[in-house]
């Protein structure tokens, strides 16, 4: 009986040399150790791993630790192998191939694994770079770019699209949240449009064009009044020139029109108010703008403090008359010393002297009225409610303190004419007379005081029934008497004489109390009440009602410098004034832009064009 | 634009006498002593000095004038600093100077720091355009990294390899580590199966085995290598010094094969530190691209 082991191994050409051994007997030993049988030089395999016995045609293999060993792949520790048959068995990284040979048992053995790891092949381009470890540069590249694609560009689009049908309408937007294309809002929505965030589409209507003023329009129909007409402005502008016409060119190619909402109003610059309008883009037009537009009636401006026009106060041209429904008014420069016949005699000066017979009659009634020592212009001019102009004065609250109306006493209560209603007043003075008698002669029809004798009691009965008689008739003259001179109506009013001599038709001329002369620009008195009314307004030298108490721009300039001006006028306390001051692009009747900011970041109410001046155009006439 | 930098390059080499040649090495970023960090340096402080010269109403942004030219520069320099990606494979003949490209590449793309960030007006948020800015911005830091990297970590990477007989090179260090193996195997066959294992196991571990992290961070914790030689010294501890003991043969073995992994893993964590930032630069710069499509795109788009 015997064993023949074959050693093949590999030479580095990749043939094989094959030592084969034999060993007789029935049985042998696999193992590490060089003294067995079948040595394996393998640390994987025990010293002595296992023994291999013949009995008759068959093998039995037991393994001699706890160490197993595989048999055509499979792990046992001792198993039977019929030598006919053969099989393969696996000891650590070497294979034996079972088989017979004659009478002899043939074990090939062969290595299939390398010494080591570091033995195998290795491709030193790769083994050496990060490739394995890393996503690969190529496939990241792609996929970030492909990421970023989809998200930041395709699924707006796609939002966009979505959309599209909403364009133009006021009540309908976009539902609340999040849309793709919100990852392209380039900053925060002013605080005026917080409430389109996730609306792009409100402005951004078409694709690849500008924003343009109809989408604007949507909602600022109302309170974004046009300034002028477009052709008009863009004339006053005029054509841009060097680098601003460059990229007004630049502009225009990449199809964004000039003259748009947008120009000015830059949205997505964070959140926060709209600034107030900068004196550059008024001056753009206004400085030297009757070169340009030279059909123009407005005066050239360009800064408060050394290029305004002076004021063009709204004056009534000549008195009312009947039921004028409108002030015939027009704007006239303070500098033509206009002068304004309201229908009223009122010198101010008298009313305001420190000395003289109203001084003293209002030193008299101080207990009553407060007036102190003289008469001051708030005894009679009363603030509007915002304090920005002043109610008109109130003939029954203001002059009837001193000027009364009384002409009969009746216990202790006086009757008056009523004011206001001529044709009442004359059927009061008719009716006094027709209603009371004359003076009854204390030496009628008595003993007392009687001059002797019969005829002096008949010449007393006489005239006092002649005096009866006449009474009505006084009435006429009465009424002639209240309204001329020296009467109580002609002492205030314009008085409209009758119709023929002798008729009584006397009328009162309309009055006129202008609320608003300065109607182009904002004025109000609540931002100057720490100036004394007579610093501006000369009523203590005027004489005459028509003169027009309006302070000329000059005396403005005493102190609003402008925003380049103050070279103009050197002054104690500058107030830099821009355009935007008084004066708002979208103007109404309120105040401007720029003082409504400041007023609601007082907490202040903001005063529109219905506050300004209550009662509206109405309200400016009091006849 | 590097065009214009490529007129024929001076000679680098100084006058030759004799046998001895002296060379005078110019790296990209002394290229032409500095040309195009003067370039950039004066781009940028024309940029910065214009931008607050430049009355933007009512703050500068990118949608100005300015905003739109600051834009326009930083878009194209993007692009064509993406192209040194093609130059650098395309091997063409002459005067076109690869270091001259690469050198106005360093520096313009610095210098887009100043572009692109001028460009936003500092009004940065949650959107594509911030989005664009920060790819920009990481692709530029990676950049910055990688220049770091190039400029310190090769004379580590020499003195590592240094030996006593030279340079290594890499196939060697392959080569010690296959004949170390080999050597451990066949001292190792006395061993008890125990002790045998041990061994194995260090032979069975692939020496470029390990995560990125283990690769750049030089730190393997699991190294079997050095788990053997630890545990083999332990159970020596306790064991009657015999002469010709063969645990003294593999522990030798073992001890230079670690000193071989060691170097051969601080060679792998330089390379890969030397590779890494391009794993960052090229991704993030085709993220970008996209996000400046994108970006532009959208501009017109809701014009």
Redesign the interface.
């Known amino acids: 009986m015997m064993f023949i082991v074959r050693q093949v191994a590999l030479k580095a050409d990749g043939s094989e040399i094959v030592r084969q051994t034999e060993v007789a007997g029935e049985e042998l030993f696999i193992g590490r150790n060089a003294s067995n049988g079948v040595h394996l030089p393998d640390l994987a395999v025990n010293p002595v791993h296992a023994r291999v016995e013949r009995r008759g045609g068959e093998l039995f293999i037991t393994s001699q630790s706890q160490q197993p060993f595989d048999i055509d792949g499979r792990s046992v520790e001792s198993t039977k192998i019929d030598i006919a048959r053969g099989a393969e068995l696996r000891f650590g990284g070497h294979i034996i191939a079972v088989g017979a040979e004659g009478d002899a048992v043939t074990l090939t053995v062969r290595r299939i694994e390398a010494v080591s790891d570091s033995a195998e092949d290795k491709d030193e381009a790769a083994i050496y770079s990060l490739k394995g470890l890393l996503p690969g540069k190529r496939m990241s590249a792609w996929g970030f770019a492909l990421l970023v694609l989809i998200a930041c560009l395709a699924w707006p689009v796609y939002t966009w699209s979505s959309y599209k049908d909403l364009a133009y309408k006021e009540k309908v937007s976009r539902p609340a949240g999040f849309h793709a294309d919100g990852l392209w809002s380039s900053g925060k929505m002013s605080q005026a449009h917080k409430t389109l965030k996730d609306d792009c589409q409100a402005c951004h209507v078409d694709a690849f064009v500008s924003v343009r003023d109809n989408a604007c329009m949507t909602c600022h129909e109302k309170d974004a009044g046009p300034h002028a007409p477009m052709t008009r402005q863009l004339t006053a502008r005029g054509d841009p020139t060097g680098f601003a016409a460059f990229t007004r060119f630049v502009a225009t190619s990449f199809n964004k029109p000039a003259g748009r909402c947008v120009e000015c109003h830059t949205e997505h610059e964070g959140a926060g108010a709209m600034q107030p309008t900068q004196q550059r883009f008024c001056a753009e037009c206004h400085d030297g703008m009757d070169t340009r537009l030279t059909n123009t009636k407005l005066d050239n401006a360009a800064d408060f403090g050394n290029a305004h026009p002076q004021f063009q106060p709204a004056v009534l041209v000549r008195p009312l008359v009947g039921d004028d429904s409108k002030a015939p008014r027009k704007r006239i420069s303070l500098d033509k010393r206009p002068r304004e016949n309201n229908g009223l005699k009122f010198p101010h000066d008298l009313h305001l002297a420190k000395t003289g017979g109203v001084a003293q009659m209002g030193r008299r009634l101080s207990a009553k009225y407060d007036f102190g020592d003289a008469l001051e212009c708030s005894d009679c001019h009363e603030a509007d409610k915002n304090n920005v102009g002043f109610v008109a004065v109130d003939m029954e609250k203001s002059c009837a303190m001193c000027h009364s109306l009384a002409f009969d006493k009746i216990g202790g209560t006086y009757r008056t004419l009523r004011h206001g209603e001529p044709e009442q007043v004359k059927a009061d003075l008719r009716a006094f007379y027709r209603s009371t008698p004359p003076a009854r002669p204390i030496n009628l029809g008595s003993l007392a005081r009687q001059r002797p004798g019969v005829v002096n009691s008949r010449r007393t009965a006489a005239d006092y029934a002649r005096a009866v008689n006449f009474r009505g008739g006084r009435a006429d003259q009465a009424i002639r008497q209240v309204f001329s001179r020296g009467g109580a109506c002609y002492d205030c009013h314009v008085v409209v004489p009758p119709s023929s001599s002798g008729a009584l038709d006397f009328r009162i001329a309309p009055v006129a109390q202008t609320s608003r002369y300065l109607q182009k620009g904002w004025f109000t008195h609540d931002a100057h009440d720490k100036e004394e009314c007579t610093s501006c307004h000369l009523a203590e030298t005027s004489k005459d009602a028509t003169d027009l108490l309006l302070p000329g721009i000059k005396n403005c300039r005493t102190c609003h410098v402008g925003e380049t001006g103050e070279s103009l006028i050197k002054v104690k306390k500058p107030v830099e004034s821009t355009c935007a001051m008084c004066h708002d692009y979208h103007a109404d009747k309120g105040a401007p832009w720029l003082l409504r900011e400041q007023d609601k970041k007082k907490k202040r109410p903001e005063i529109t064009a219905a506050m300004a001046h209550p009662g509206g155009a109405g309200a400016r006439l009091r006849r | 634009m590097a065009s214009k930098a490529q007129p024929a390059a001076p000679p680098v080499r100084r006058k030759t006498t004799g046998r001895q040649r002296n060379s005078m090495h110019d790296g990209f970023l002394r290229h032409k002593n500095f040309r195009w960090m003067k370039i950039a340096t004066v781009l940028s402080i024309t940029c910065l000095v214009s931008y607050f010269l430049v009355d933007v ?3 500068h ?3 100005s ?1 300015y905003g739109y030219t600051l834009g326009t520069i930083g878009a194209l320099l993007i692009v064509w600093l993406t192209c040194l990606g093609m130059r650098k494979r395309a091997i063409t003949p002459g005067g076109w100077s690869l270091k001259a490209w690469t050198s106005a590449h360093v520096y313009l793309g610095l210098s887009l720091i100043v572009i692109g960030t001028l460009h936003t007006g500092f ?1 940065l ?5 911030t ?1 664009a800015w920060s790819l920009m911005m990481i692709v530029i830091i990676s950049g910055i990294v990688g220049i770091y990297f190039y400029a310190t970590l090769p004379d580590n990477l020499s003195n590592n390899r240094a030996d006593s007989d030279g340079a290594v090179t ?2 060697m260090m ?1 080569e010690q ?2 004949s170390l ?2 050597q ?3 001292a ?2 006395p ?3 125990g002790q ?2 041990l ?2 196991a260090s ?6 085995d390990g ?2 992290f283990q ?1 750049i961070g030089n730190s393997y914790g699991g190294c079997e290598t050095r788990k053997a030689m630890a545990e083999l010294r332990r159970l020596r501890a306790y064991q009657p010094r015999m002469g010709d003991d063969p645990l003294d043969k593999v522990d030798g073995l073992l001890q230079r094969k670690e000193s071989t992994l060691a170097r051969l893993r601080k ?2 964590q330089i ?2 530190m030397l ?2 930032w ?2 960052v630069h ?6 970008l ?3 400046l ?3 532009i ?2 501009v ?4």
């Open positions: 109403q009512p703050r942004n990118g949608g004038w009004q948020g949650w959107n594509v355009h989005l890499e196939r392959i580590l296959r193996d080999r451990l195997h066949d190792a066959q061993l008890d199966p045998a294992a061994v194995q032979l069975e571990q692939d020496p470029f995560n990125f690769r060679h792998l390379k890969a590779q890494v391009l794993y090229v991704p993030m710069t085709f993220a691209l996209a996000a499509s994108a970006h795109f959208s017109f788009f809701y014009w």
